[in-house]
């Protein structure tokens, strides 16, 4: 008899991350209002409303169950799901401490650190769909459903770029050698 895990699961999920950003809204729409994030924080250029979040959020967790049981379902050997949790919740930690630092408006860090995940990927996979939930997680109450994944994908193409190209272009030479 096959075991269920949370990837069986995909709509209870996906409603789940539903509720908790309502939760999320609604709480700023007692506190004031819904926020609304201008790209680049200026307030020039167009708005992003956190309600898109209500959206946004749960088609990615959607899509992320479905990617990661699809790796998972086309693995010629037993995929380690330890493997895919310290992914998610590794980001999810690079999430929070990007927010936090938002927060106390330490930016001039921020545009260092952003690039971490980068470095990271010349030793690790952290292009995987599991790290960008987690990232997207991490940065959502501080962020709106938008921009997060933004930029999230942004560094995920940047990621799979050095795992992939780069990383797998420099062992090719090396095997060469």
């Known amino acids: 008899m096959k075991s269920l895990t949370i990837l069986?699961?995909?709509?209870?999920?996906?409603?789940?991350?539903?509720?908790l950003t309502l939760a999320m809204i609604i709480g700023e729409y007692i506190n004031g209002g819904v926020v609304t994030h201008h790209l680049l924080a200026d307030d020039n250029l167009p708005g992003i409303s956190n309600w898109w979040g209500l959206v946004t959020?749960?088609?990615?967790?959607?899509?992320?169950?479905?990617?990661?049981?699809?790796?998972?379902?086309?693995?010629?050997?037993?995929t380690d799901s330890n493997g895919i949790l310290y992914r998610f919740f590794g980001a999810l930690a690079f999430g929070i401490i990007m927010s936090i630092l938002w927060g106390f408006?330490?930016?001039e860090?921020?545009?260092?650190?952003?690039?971490?995940?980068?470095?990271?990927?010349?030793?690790?996979?952290?292009?995987?769909?599991?790290?960008?939930?987690?990232?997207?997680?991490?940065?959502?109450y501080t962020f709106g459903g938008i921009l997060p994944i933004l930029i999230g994908l942004v560094l995920t193409v940047l990621c799979f770029i050095a795992y992939k190209v780069i990383r797998g272009g420099i062992l090719f030479l090396i095997s060469k050698i």
Not at 57 to 78: E, G, M, Y
Not at 124 to 130: A, F, G, K, S
């Open 8 to 19: 069986d699961y995909k709509i209870p999920v996906s409603l789940g991350a539903m509720a």
């Open 57 to 78: 959020i749960p088609l990615l967790t959607w899509a992320v169950i479905a990617l990661i049981k699809k790796r998972q379902d086309n693995a010629t050997s037993h």
């Open 105 to 107: 408006r330490l930016e």
């Open 109 to 140: 860090i921020m545009q260092y650190l952003i690039l971490l995940p980068v470095v990271i990927a010349f030793f690790r996979p952290v292009y995987l769909p599991e790290c960008l939930l987690g990232f997207v997680y991490g940065m959502l």
